[in-house]
């Protein structure tokens, strides 16, 4: 995690909040009072609730809705049961005010260790994707052999293995090519 928001209407709360993450190694700390300017991505975003424009807390869910920033959402004690209810489902983290520094940490820690889960767990969806549109495309690639060459299945199936490895490229790289030729 390197860079942090803080939107805040309290210039206190904003700088507090500064000051306990100062110590925590990230690159970029910024701040804001108003969610409806921020225009790139955070890693992390701490809304220190209530804001003056946003006294029910629908800005934290429809800034979760066009970032993928983890939030934290951080409100007076008497409100924290009921917003961890309205936010769980947006996958906003709530904490009680006042903020102390350890549990702050600990919530960044928790944050850092989840970034790596779903980091590993991001490349592992990636990958199974592509693995998915090359089975997709090597299967029209095997249809349109089928269709223009009148081979069987498993004759255009060890065609285009047999064509991959005499031109030493992927099968997924070989249906592209008799896509291109016979689909034009």
Known sequence: ??????????????????????????????????????????????????????????SAAELFAKTDSRIILAVPK???????????????????????KNTLKKTLHFFRAMNKRLGGMQKENVKLKKQIDDIRIINRAKCILMEYLSMTEPQAHRYLEKQAMDLRITKAEMAKSILSTYEN
Do not use: H
Request: glycine share 2%; no cysteine.
């Open 1 to 58: 995690m390197e860079s942090v928001l803080i939107v805040s209407s309290d210039k206190k709360s904003t700088a507090y909040l500064y000051d306990l993450l100062r110590d925590e190694q990230l690159s970029i700390i910024e701040s804001t009072e108003n969610i409806a300017e921020i225009q790139s991505n955070y890693d992390l975003v701490i809304i220190d609730a209530p804001l003056k424009n946003d006294l029910n807390g629908k």
């Open 78 to 100: 008497e409100f924290e049961r009921e917003f961890e209810s309205k936010s769980e489902k947006y996958g906003i983290f709530v904490i009680a005010k006042p903020v102390d």
